[in-house]
Structure formats: C-alpha cells, structure tokens
C-alpha cells in the first residue's frame, strides 16, 4: 500500500487547512476490499498522536482532542483520496501529519493500539500555524 500526503502549508491561527492523502486502497478495490485509514501528527519533541480514522465502510471515528474541528472523509472515485480538514487552527497544531493504513475491516481499536495498529505510512505533510 502506498500513501502520499499533501495540502500542508504555512497559516495563521483562526485558518483552515485540507490535508490529502493519495492511497493506493482506492485504486485496486479487489486487492484492499477492507481497509482502515487514519490521521496522525507528531510535533517536534512529541510522540506521534492520532487525530482521526475511517474504514471501508465509510465509519469514522476521533480522538477525544480533535473532535469539533477535525473531519475525516475519503473520497473513492476520482480523487481516490482520504482527507482531513482542519478548522479553526490553532498554534498547537503545528506538526507533521501523517496518514495511516491498515489491512483491516474495521477501525475498532485503533485509539487504544495507537500507531501500532498501522502497517503503511505516508512521508508526511508539515503543517505550521502561526499567531
């Protein structure tokens, strides 16, 4: 599975960013018929943390911290893409984003396991927000 992530970018806080992510999955529906995919960051210093995550069936889910201005969705025709728009950015969501893949229907379990739950990764996309 490949992953390729764009859409990061320099801005002030109070923007909006829409990160996207280019995944494999769409394009070959025989091979990845099941999936989950999902959003990290990592801020410089930090661990890796999740933001948001959906599956083959369209089912998302967040982390506690990123519900209200995160939103995950994928696009499947196309585009063949899964994105994340962020809201009302603020200072502190300065950090390289990341998507995720897994070989799984389903995305149950994915907060507790954390990383570890994803076998594919993108390079990522540096977000920075700015005052």
């Known amino acids: 599975i490949q992953l390729m992530e764009s859409g990061g970018g320099s801005v002030r806080s109070g923007g909006s960013l829409r990160l996207s992510c280019a995944a494999s999955v769409f394009e070959d529906r025989t091979r990845y018929p099941t999936y989950c995919l999902a959003w990290f960051r990592q801020a410089p210093g930090e661990e890796r943390s999740g933001v948001a995550a959906?599956?083959?069936?369209?089912?998302?889910?967040y982390l506690e911290s990123a519900k209200g201005r995160f939103t995950v969705s994928q696009d499947r025709t196309a585009r063949n893409t899964l994105s994340l728009q962020i809201d009302s950015l603020k200072v502190e969501d300065t950090a390289t984003y990341y998507c995720?893949?897994?070989?799984?229907?389903?995305?149950?379990?994915?907060?507790?396991?954390?990383?570890?739950?994803?076998?594919?990764w993108g390079q990522g996309t540096q977000v920075t927000v700015s005052e």
């Open positions: 959906i599956d083959s069936d369209d089912q998302s889910t």
């Open positions: 995720a893949a897994a070989h799984s229907r389903y995305c149950n379990g994915w907060v507790v396991v954390g990383a570890r739950f994803f076998h594919y």
